[in-house]
């Protein structure tokens, strides 16, 4: 590289895929060790079954809606009355009438409901640590100094983000939605300067759907920024455990490290796209119901084997890396979302003029579906 580049760092798309290998994509904030009450098991049974009761008991006196996603400790998933992608469970959390929301999740997640709820709703988050090393990349300053430069540039944010810069951007988008979303963007405008932020394997993964739909990539630019668990998934990881189990499918998240290489395979004819799958957190639970195959290379968390697992019950999951866990999801525990509940914390208020300017690209993005 002729400069040095940051995390953070906007760059023309074909610059920052070449950039990869010389940034520094590991978080931008402290990990927090996960607690050891998210493993199921390092709580007695009885406990278990007694927070259970009381989160169930509580939810039906206060008329909450309980919201878990997929990367979630099982028992909150369980626990859960629907469990999701962000998308998903934006949606569904938006529709309800209930008087309480809680989400399990990460903050920006409960950042979207608090934007979208009814009036008089509150919205709780079961523990404040549950931040985004992804999100946490996203630097409004570096956004609002491209759009200085690019006065008719259109910010596609991915939903990983905080509000600050939801409120820059012209559209939000998720994994499940993006490909529809940049070809929007992409054929509504032109000839204007497109930034995809911030995650930079789901970029790559925006350039080569341009691409596909015959459009030059010249106006795209993607920023520097990645999540801290599926930046370490990686395709010697995935091709690993392909060459020990030959007969497995292969299902692997958009964002991860290992993107690039799968598109490759299946652009080249190299693997057929019968067994290998690149989708959304909720396309992935959809591509194993649906594969014949009896064992499936899972490349994302860990947590989501779990959600598969009840979709197909007949079917062997084989982590590509077993150690992937993100510990920001799984700050939210059974212990911590009773005591929310019973506690009615943490609520999660948003300045109303900061809601009204974030309002506009969450909407955008839940009507491309």
């Known amino acids: 590289m002729d400069k040095l580049v940051l995390p953070g760092d906007i760059l023309r ?79 569904i959390g938006g529709a309800s009438k209930k008087k309480v929301l809680i989400e399990a999740s ?17 919205v709780l988050a079961p523990s404040l640590k549950a931040l985004c ?44 939605n993006a490909a529809k979303v940049i070809q929007y963007m992409a054929e509504r405008y032109p000839k204007d300067q497109l930034l995809f932020l911030p995650d930079i394997f789901l970029g790559s993964y925006a350039m080569n759907v341009l691409r596909k739909m015959g459009k030059s990539t010249d106006n795209l630019w993607l920023m520097m920024g990645a999540c801290h668990v599926h930046e370490k998934i990686t395709a010697h990881q995935v091709l690993r455990q392909m060459s020990l189990h030959p007969d497995a499918a292969v299902t692997a998240h958009i964002e991860c490290g290992c993107q690039s290489k799968c598109t490759m395979m299946l652009d080249q ?24 195959h009896k064992k499936i290379i899972v490349a994302t968390t860990v947590t989501n084997i779990h959600p598969m697992r009840k979709a197909a019950p007949d079917k062997e999951f084989i982590p590509a890396n077993p150690e992937a866990r993100c510990e920001f999801m799984e700050q939210n525990t059974l212990r911590n979302l009773y005591e929310s509940l019973r506690d009615m914390k943490y609520e999660i208020k948003v300045d109303p003029e900061l809601a009204k300017k974030a309002r506009k690209p969450i909407e955008k993005m839940l009507e491309i579906v």
């Open 106 to 122: 990460v903050l920006f997640m409960n950042q979207i409901l608090a934007v979208m709820k009814q009036p008089g709703q509150i």
């Open 269 to 292: 004819g190299l693997i057929s796209e019968e067994r290998m799958q690149l989708g959304s957190t909720w396309g992935m639970i959809e591509f194993v119901k649906k594969t014949p």
């Open 133 to 176: 090393s992804l999100a946490a990349h996203a630097d409004p300053n570096k956004i609002l100094a491209w759009k200085h430069e690019h006065p008719n540039g259109k910010v596609i944010s991915y939903v990983n983000t905080y509000l600050d810069v939801k409120a820059i951007s012209d559209i939000c988008c998720a994994s499940a």
């Open 13 to 91: 798309a074909n610059e920052a895929i070449k950039a990869i290998p010389y940034v520094d994509l590991g978080p931008p904030i402290e990990i927090p060790p996960i607690p050891p009450e998210a493993n199921p098991k390092n709580i007695p049974e009885e406990e278990r079954r007694w927070l259970r009761t009381e989160i169930e008991k509580l939810a039906k006196e206060k008329d909450v809606l309980l919201l878990a996603h997929n990367y979630e400790p099982e028992d909150v998933q369980d626990v859960a009355h629907f469990i999701g992608d962000s998308i998903h469970l934006a949606k």
